[in-house]
């Protein structure tokens, strides 16, 4: 049996195929677009005709590729289009399109269904914790081996930190300015008990999300950047750091020759390196684990 996901996210869209083989998910085509379907979206709380247009047209796309592998297919919308004040408008856009239903996942959906793909190939024993830093929310979750105990869906992402904070002409960002970033993500993540999320003691941590991975390229220098080799990498509180100071204090058109990162995410990708701090910050971690997968391979293992 083939299976698609497509995933519509605020930053980008992913599709994964894969043969499902008694419980395995043998991956046969993986891709990201990013279309920033979420963009403006601080400002307006709708999505922008534009944005709902490249973001239909690439789901059609990717519909077709599937399609032509003989997969099942299924779409997830995340936060964007749990948002949108006219995220119907697009529902029914991609239905028009290709003849496809878009299933907008709750934030607890989204957490059950990242967690389940993030902790598939790792090794958990004891206590763990994820977090899946999207364009518009960051999902945690914590559970015990494999089995969730608690998540929440935390309403902030790479895309509207970056509108807020860091949006001003693609300059250079003060000190003073990634503080008050920081300051904003880490209340939000205090108001969500992030803190309490696990008991006191030793804990993984898995991190998830285009952003973590991203960062993980930059630390490693990939000069091919293929996500893949990238799993169970590790990132720490000192690498997040280096990296928020790295990437303030560089313009866009910089940061888009930095060895490892995809220039498609230069101009968020601060944005995702201070939530990746104070995540690890929050929760007392010093380090996570990278995992490729996330949302598409637990749909891909579950029960859709």
């Not at 005709?49 to 099942?72: H, I, P, Q, W, Y």
């Not at 970056?162 to 300051?183: H, I, M, N, P």
């Amino acid at each position: 049996m083939i299976r698609s996901v497509i995933d519509i996210g605020s930053n980008s869209i992913k599709m994964r195929a894969a043969r499902l083989d008694s419980g395995r998910v043998n991956v046969i085509r993986d891709e990201t677009e990013v279309v920033r379907l979420g963009r403006g979206m601080s400002a307006t709380g709708l999505l922008s005709d534009e944005s709902m247009k490249l973001a239909c047209d690439t789901v059609s796309k990717m519909a077709g590729k599937a399609r032509r592998l003989g997969a099942e297919i299924f779409i997830a919308g995340t936060m964007a289009l749990r948002t949108a004040g006219n995220s119907q408008d697009f529902v029914k856009m991609v239905k028009d399109s290709c003849g496809l239903d878009v299933h907008i996942l709750t934030g607890e959906d989204e957490a059950r269904y990242s967690w389940r793909g993030a902790v598939d190939g790792f090794r958990l024993e004891g206590d763990a914790v994820m977090f899946d830093t999207g364009g518009g929310s960051t999902e945690f979750v914590a559970g015990e081996g494999r089995e969730m105990r608690r998540a929440v869906s935390v309403p902030v992402g790479a895309v509207n930190l970056s509108e807020r904070f860091f949006q001003a002409g693609g300059g250079t960002v003060s000190k003073s300015e990634c503080d008050e970033a920081l300051r904003y993500v880490t209340g939000l993540f205090t108001e969500h008990n992030i803190g309490s999320f696990c008991p006191p003691g030793k804990f993984d941590v898995i991190a998830v999300g285009g952003g973590v991975v991203a960062m993980s390229g930059v630390k490693n220098a990939c000069e091919n950047f293929v996500p893949s080799r990238l799993h169970g990498s590790v990132l720490t509180l000192n690498d997040a750091a280096r990296q928020i100071r790295l990437y303030s204090s560089l313009t866009l058109s910089e940061r888009e020759n930095v060895i490892g990162l995809p220039k498609s995410r230069a101009d968020v990708i601060l944005g995702s390196a201070c939530i990746v701090f104070a995540a690890l910050e929050t929760l007392s971690a010093s380090s996570c684990m990278v995992s490729i997968n996330g949302l598409r391979h637990g749909l891909l293992l579950g029960d859709i």
